[in-house]
């Protein structure tokens, strides 16, 4: 997109390729062969394949590794090992400069969101299954890149997650995490759990607060913004020498979770939902265009959240709208999105799953 600075890859370039074989209905490994290496083997784009085992396997594996040798790590799976890769990135004691790495994602899981963003803000068609994997793999071949905003979640146990996609609870992360037994079926996994889970629809009790988008620390306005000004975290610089040298980043915005939540932040006066989700980038799934003005590094969480007493019918309306990204234009009034810098959710009792880029978390407190 116009505005952004882009990186370029090296000619010729060494990519190491992180691939999950069980990700989504298991073809990854054999999509990889077909599709992806020609490709990459024309552009000039050398790869040595690392196939995990087991879970938190690529996780340990960026940990740990130098990664000097390769110019770029690919992702060749579902959101959840580039998840892993992320977190893993993070832990490194020089995680700034490991940060720096340019990351792709190739989609070879069920939930391939990012790839779907990835191929939206490019500006292709909407497209799924192997043409979505080619037209990402073309955007690896191109060698831009650029970017892309991180969430830091951390719950009231004291974890600490970075993430690239969304955190939700309630019926979206319901449905993700019920439709798990039905991977084989690949993206219609979501469909079927989407109707599993309406015909038991729960409601969630819970105080959701965030910082709307508009307000700096004071909550004041900010200056205006030329269109392609940098867009600042509006983190209050820690004067130097109070970190430790590789701590990962302080959360500026955010209080810890035991306190009242500052007094410029905006409390929702309801407290029943049916679900909250915040998304940093436009897709939810190959099939869900939830947040179609998001942009890759806009420096902004999409909050959804939708209140009780919605019916069923115009849930499933909503979801249907929500594969043109149309859902916001029927103005339903139990569903509400505000762009945001930060949020918490406190849950009334440990009630519904929590995700995290499609990872399963315990229900508890968490603020982003």
Known sequence: PPGDSYGVLPRPCHALVLLNPQSGSGRALDDFQAVVQPMLAEAEIATTVFVTERPHHAHEKVRDEDLSQWDTLVVMSGDGLLFEVVNGLMERPDWKEAMKKPLCILPGGSGNALAASINYYAGYDHVAKKKLLTNCTFTLCKGLYTQMDLVSLSTASGKR????????????????????????????????????????????????????????????????????????????????????????????????????????????????????????????????????????????IHLFYMKAGISRVTLLKLFLAMSRGTHLDLNCPHLCYVPVRAFRLEPRVAAGIMTVDGEALACEPVQG
């Open 161 to 300: 997650f970075f993430s690239f996609l969304g955190f939700g609870w309630g019926f979206i992360s319901d449905v993700d995490i019920d439709s798990e037994k039905y991977r084989w079926l690949g993206s219609a996994r979501f469909t079927l759990g989407t109707l599993q889970c309406l015909a038991k629809l729960r409601v969630y009790q819970g105080r959701l607060s965030y910082l709307p988008m508009a307000t700096t620390e004071q909550g004041s306005s900010p200056a205006p913004r030329g269109p392609h000004a940098p867009v600042t975290n509006g983190h209050i610089l820690q004067p130097a020498g109070t970190e430790a040298p590789g701590s990962p980043p302080p959360d500026s915005l955010l209080v810890p979770l035991g306190q009242p939540v500052p007094a410029h932040w905006t409390v929702v006066p309801e407290e029943e939902f049916v679900l909250v989700y915040a998304i940093y980038q436009s897709h939810l799934g190959t099939n869900l265009l939830m947040a179609p003005a998001a942009r890759l590094h806009d420096g902004c």
